[in-house]
């Protein structure tokens, strides 16, 4: 698989090549040379299943130009030459190569990489700020997802599926955030937290939502502002992955014992594009409608139940709050 002929097939020189990668499968010829060395150990394995063998590279293009395109199985797997079950079983092998040739895609920020976060978020006015979280999808201001945890169909709350998430039990049991004590005003000590909206408002002490009161003073309003701002990230994330990856634009209603792990693979990408600096257009996050106005897409991640309700409850959450809010108003 070297110039995508099977996939329609770009012009013959280099430069229309990569071109040509980088709109079908959303990444430059060497860096899918890259991936295919990755994973081509664990496909190796498994390319005796088919009923005609296969190379590594063209079930790898495949599963990459399904992801990227968004198209069903039926159009998609003609292009390749290839058949319906073919491609079924090509995405799951590629999904379970990605995700074990590179397992640390995604994962909590530790030493370096820690610092720069906590000094980024530092810097927008959250000291000791790990990332945002939407859903269960925790985002730096680098857009790389530091943790996702996926599996549950779309209405069920996020607040329930963070409870049975990982992250949840390893941030109740103080092993998440681990930050070096940061004092704020009134006695308030965090050692970390995330910034979160109104669907969590009763969940935990460590997501920081914002006030959204009806008769807000200045400083809830400023904190509310830079909240928000420093929150952006969530979104243009999930903007960028996607965008890229159109497939999860739309709801699935079949394959959802697999999905969540394709899913899962999807994030690993887009965290190692990242990684090497793979650009995106962000104009592609707004539209045009039938009335000629431009607005932001729609991208679903807007969540549901108890978004909007009001302040938070707990406590400890408020007073982390508003500690964060008056040294705001301080600086």
């Known amino acids: 698989m070297t110039d995508g002929r099977d996939m329609g097939g770009p012009p013959a020189s280099d430069d229309a090549t990569d071109e040509y990668f980088r709109q079908k499968l959303r990444m430059s010829t060497a860096m899918f040379n890259h991936i295919v060395a990755a994973c081509a150990a664990y496909m190796e394995k498994k390319v ?25 199985y039926e159009s998609g797997t003609s292009a390749f030459g290839i058949g319906r079950a073919t491609g079924l079983q090509a995405v799951r092998d590629v999904t379970s190569a990605l995700l074990q040739a590179y397992p640390d895609a995604i994962k909590w920020p530790m030493g370096r990489r820690r610092a720069q976060i906590l000094r980024a978020f530092r810097e927008k006015g959250f000291p000791n700020c790990f990332g945002a979280i939407d ?150 996050l707004w539209e045009v409608d039938a009335n000629g106005v431009r607005r932001r897409v729609d991208l679903g991640i807007v969540g549901n139940g108890a978004r909007g309700q009001g302040r938070c409850t707990n406590v400890e959450g408020e007073l982390l709050r508003d500690a964060l809010r008056d040294r705001l108003a301080l600086m």
């Not at 079930?59 to 395109?69: D, E, G, H, Q």
């Not at 004590?181 to 995330?194: F, K």
């Open 48 to 72: 005796t299943h088919y009923r005609m063998p296969l190379p590594v590279e063209q079930l790898i293009a495949f599963a990459l130009y399904r992801w990227a395109s968004g198209e069903t």
């Open 135 to 284: 859903c269960t999808h925790i985002v730096d201001l680098d857009l790389q997802i530091l943790d996702v945890h996926v599996g549950y169909p779309g209405s069920v709350h996020d607040v329930r599926v963070l409870h049975n998430s990982q992250s949840f039990r390893r941030a109740e049991s103080g092993e998440l955030f681990d930050a070096t004590p940061e004092n704020l005003p009134h006695g308030v000590v965090t050692r970390g937290y995330l910034l979160g909206d109104n669907g969590y408002p009763v969940a935990c002490p460590w997501i920081v939502s914002p006030y959204r009161g009806i008769d807000q003073g200045a400083d809830e309003e400023r904190f509310d502002t830079r909240q928000k701002v420093a929150r952006g990230c969530v979104e243009r994330a999930f903007g960028r992955l996607k965008w890229m990856w159109r497939l999860f634009l739309r709801t699935h209603k079949t394959n959802l014992e697999t999905l969540p792990q394709q899913f899962v693979a999807v994030c690993t990408l887009h965290n190692i594009l990242l990684n090497v600096g793979i650009d995106f257009d962000e104009n592609l």
